[in-house]
């Protein structure tokens, strides 16, 4: 959905004061590309939409609160599902446009939309669900997970039921073949033009293989090990403080031969259901059908020959950037096979260059 | 070459200061990613590169000046050529990897890369060749055409060779069918997940067809009239005065019935050529293979239905966006068929707002 607007960016670091921060972050959301990407991805609103459904028997006669609503698709489910009043809390100007849709879904009986950020806005009531797509990329990146836990503990009745109520991260090995070909390119300059251009091969290493995280669809025959899950949030007891640094260790061994030359970050998210198998996950893993979140690739700066079970193992970190708190970080040490721990922090870039033709 | 890294954004305007804009201006071509993408563009290389070697008579022998050499490519095509000396002018970081392309390609007693702007470097002696690859998005956005009518007007000797030579602008309307599906999408939802969103539609409609120029591959079968030339530059006599505006009439007539829902927008480069023709032709055009520059989309706030020989007239105006001076706004004039005269001004926007999942 995003096909119409795509451009090549330098990536670029720009220091922005808290309230520009917000406004940016706000604003963004009020384009249309965003929430047609969002409602277009059918992994995520399918999910959502089931396991609202199937919950309908917590939800029934009961009061929702639904944290960053959007278009207030998620909160018209949850009206759907029986929910007797529903809190659409949206901070951003696209509210007006979910008012619109509720009034047309003849649901302006039980779902209110109101307009103002989760921290501010006062509710007439406790609620007894709590409803969010808050996942960023790479989970934690601009998410909105700080708000959905201030919500939690400001409006959730004890007892209350968190939709999705689990995140976990994992982390595999991947061989990404795209950047290699990319650097594989100056060798091929001579041949066309007659000018010999292998020298830019070590600059492209430099620009491609940098601390940024990419966001990108990975294909399944590129990842190298089964994933390895190294953090777990349960959103019912997780605190904004654990939040501040989410880490944990990983250890994993290799399919077979090749070389590793990143790393790929995914998450997914778990909804309790009654039905069996009791829980309902939506997962952003390269080996189920693709989303818009993609997986977040981490490329090391060189890359490392394995074979059939050599083994990996470290510890990833995420925390806020420095620059700017809604950007995340990643922090990973790693060994792979014999090699000594290596170490590299990685970020998600600003995109705020400007494409040049 | 672009399709690592691709986003959608929400476009935002942001004045830029000067120092700011030039900063951000110079330091995006650091990044590998667009030299790769000019480089691995086909028809502008090579074209150049024939073009180049076609004029070596006119090039052997005598001093050539490479207004933003970039890798440095062309001035290597330039010594290729027979030149005595070439002045490859770059004020971004990327010079240091030309200095290294050049040693390589072992013309470094020919080509001397100076690192600066042409405003301010200081050359030796007067040269009888300027070679500029100037051209941006829609000819003009973020072009460097100034700079070389600087260097044409400080350091080309009298009857001295331009190479390119001459520019065109051409209009032509289109019917754009990804943007009628994006607006349509919003009728689908709720076949799919049960809510209805039809009333999306206008909201997309007025972020979709908004003011924004979008840069995109126009398919052949979309455009319908043959091109109408508005402008033309000749860049041996054009004053920078007189790109303040830049602007022409056109008058085209409609292929078939159709529902023109935009215009595109883009140009030619045209290089003078010994051999007959004697001239070679640079052509971003729909009808041609395709290019980095793609084309300028320009969508019209409602679709107008058309049928065979519709006449298509009006005037186009480009000029320099007032927040930044290297953005191009287009201003356009029409009136089609029994049509009222409209209007409507565009500008690229600023990619300075972050993406969001």
Chains 1, 2 share one sequence.
Request: with cysteine; proline share 4%.
């Amino acid at each position: 959905m995003s096909t119409l607007r795509r451009m090549s960016y330098a990536g670029k670091k720009r220091k922005l004061d808290k309230t520009r921060q917000d406004r940016v972050y706000f604003d963004s959301y009020s384009d249309v590309t965003v929430h047609e990407e969002m409602i277009a991805d059918y992994v995520r609103t399918n999910t959502y939409r089931t396991a609202i459904l199937k919950n309908s028997e917590l939800i029934r006669g009961k009061v929702v609160l639904d944290v960053g609503a959007g278009t207030g698709v998620l909160s018209i489910f949850c009206a759907q599902a029986g929910a007797k009043k529903v809190y659409a809390v949206e901070a951003c100007s696209i509210a007006e446009q979910a008012v619109e849709i509720v009034k047309q879904n003849n649901v302006e009986d039980v779902v209110e939309v109101i307009r103002g950020t989760v921290e501010t806005v006062e509710l007439p009531e406790k609620v007894e669900v709590i409803v969010s797509e808050w996942m960023g990329y790479a989970l934690l990146h601009e998410s909105m997970l700080n708000s959905v836990l201030y919500a939690r503990d400001r409006w959730l009745k004890a007892g209350g039921l968190i939709l999705p109520s689990r995140a976990e991260l994992y982390i595999t090995p991947i061989s990404d073949p795209v950047v290699e070909d990319r650097l594989y390119f100056w060798y091929t300059v001579k041949e066309q033009y007659g000018v010999d251009m292998s020298c830019m091969s070590n600059f492209a290493r430099r620009c491609i293989k940098n601390s940024d995280i990419i966001v990108s669809n990975v294909a399944m025959e590129d990842v190298l090990s089964h994933p390895a899950r190294f953090a777990e949030l349960d959103l019912h007891s997780v605190t904004v403080e654990e939040l501040r640094t989410v880490k944990g260790r990983f250890t994993c061994e290799s399919f077979g031969s090749a070389a590793v030359n990143a790393f790929c970050v995914y998450f997914t998210v778990t909804f309790p259901c009654p039905e069996k198998p009791h829980s309902l996950v939506l997962s952003t893993s390269p080996f189920y059908p693709e989303t818009h979140w993609k997986q977040a690739v981490l490329y090391l700066d060189s890359p490392v020959e394995v074979v059939q079970d050599t083994p990996f193992s470290g510890e990833v970190s995420m925390f806020p950037s420095e620059d700017s708190s809604r950007h995340i970080c990643i922090h990973v040490d790693y060994t792979i096979g014999e090699q000594k721990e290596q170490s590299k922090t990685f970020s998600i870039p600003d995109w705020t260059a400007e494409p040049q033709p």
